[in-house]
């Protein structure tokens, strides 16, 4: 064991010594080992391995991984959130090549609908992703997540409209 390190109170395993839950068990390491009943812990399989979330982490929708999409993913290690990107990208082409919303709408829906599982499974996805002290410190972390994507997402909705209104003058100055 080195200096920054120690064991689980619970199950022995070893950990950051700064950790309150246990990364492999969840147990609480500030109660005392009489005291001490397992974390309630959800069993979720990902990528063939078997990971433990506290439930704190399990309820709840995130709203920096629904609005932030691919940015939030990256940013908190959920690399397939990627697809996201590519989803956008085709229908920022349709959009710009057939000048209509509705032709874009099917990759609309889609991306929509990803959003939302994003949502209801970024909690669980980033927790597993990285190592947090404590579940008060992931909850902080994601808060700011959501404040910042969701700004980040009025903008380009407001850089979007000014780009579709400014390409629809243009070509209507065109025809006439």
Known sequence: MNAQSCYCVLCGKEMPENYIYCPNCGANQRQS????QPHPINHVDIDSKLSMTPIEITSGFNWGAFWGGWIWGLGNKVRFTLIQLVLMIIQITIILTTRSYMAASLPGIINFAFMVVLGVNGNVWAWQSRRYESVDQFKAVQHRWALCMLATYVLLQVVMTFVWRH???????IQH
């Open 167 to 173: 390409l629809h003058i243009f070509t209507f100055s």
């Open 33 to 36: 080992i009489q005291t001490q």
